[in-house]
């Protein structure tokens, strides 16, 4: 059975300082889809990245990063330079590709991220 | 574009009473995906519907049945609802690239939160 582990609950960090968010998979699938989102207070869950299980290249967009590491089965989530508006809940997913025609995505419980001034 | 649309937003409800959830997407997707929102539990799936006509059930199905009543609509029905219930309820969708939607990431809609009294 497929699970995702993000073991931080909360984080704390002033403005400008780098965090790193930690997410941790089981999956007996070879084949495998990594995703992240965020939920910002206003409650809608946005989308932020996937990565397939057969690319392991860090993928950077601005202030976002992502390492991917299939031997620690983790695929972290790095912000650089925090800013208030990065204030979320974050969660990182699992979709397996499954047997049928609409395989599960499977959610960690999420790492709540404060970011203040 | 309206992507995934959930109705109500808010609802309270007594012990026993039933209501039913109404999402709708306009996105041409196949598949789509009920989620409940718990504090502490991330996103647990309660069922999903690989195209129109099929439903399965995901991670949390007790108490809850749901009816693909088109390719767009995806409906989820409390029948005798009980203070677990409480919770904030999302409604999720996702193409199918070629027969398979593990690949692409859902799109969800704003939430309903349910309170049940």
């Known amino acids: 059975a497929q699970k995702v582990t993000q073991a931080q609950t909360e984080i704390s960090v002033v403005e400008k300082e780098d965090v790193t968010l930690d997410c941790v998979y089981e999956?007996?699938?070879?084949?495998?889809?990594l995703f992240w989102y965020k939920q910002p207070p206003s409650g809608e869950l946005v989308f932020l990245i996937r990565?397939?299980?057969?690319?392991?290249q860090n993928e950077i967009s601005g202030r976002y990063s992502w390492n991917f590491q299939k031997s620690t089965s983790s695929f972290n989530f790095t912000i650089t330079a925090s800013q208030v508006v990065d204030s979320a809940v974050y969660f990182c997913?699992?979709?397996?590709?499954?047997?049928?025609?609409?395989?599960?995505?499977?959610f960690g419980t999420g790492t709540r991220l404060q970011v203040t001034l | 574009n309206a992507g995934v649309t959930q109705t109500p937003k808010f609802q309270v409800l007594k012990t026993g009473q039933s209501m039913t959830l109404q999402c709708a997407q306009d996105?041409?997707?196949?598949?789509m995906y009920w989620y409940r929102q718990d504090p502490g539990m991330g996103l647990r799936l309660i069922y999903y519907?690989?195209?129109?006509?099929?439903?399965d059930k995901g991670e949390v199905p007790n108490g809850y049945n749901v009816s693909r009543l088109n390719k767009r609509e995806f409906s989820l029905r409390l029948e005798s609802a009980a203070p677990s219930q409480t919770s904030v309820y999302f409604c999720?969708?996702?193409?199918?690239?070629?027969?398979?939607?593990?690949?692409?990431?859902?799109?969800f809609g704003n939430g309903t939160r349910l309170t049940v009294t």
């Open positions: 999720a969708s996702r193409t199918n690239r070629g027969a398979l939607s593990y690949n692409s990431p859902l799109h």
């Open positions: 999956t007996r699938d070879t084949t495998y889809y």
């Open positions: 990565r397939n299980s057969f690319d392991e």
């Open positions: 997913a699992l979709s397996e590709a499954g047997t049928g025609t609409a395989s599960k995505l499977t």
């Open positions: 996105m041409n997707h196949n598949s």
């Open positions: 519907s690989a195209s129109e006509g099929t439903t």
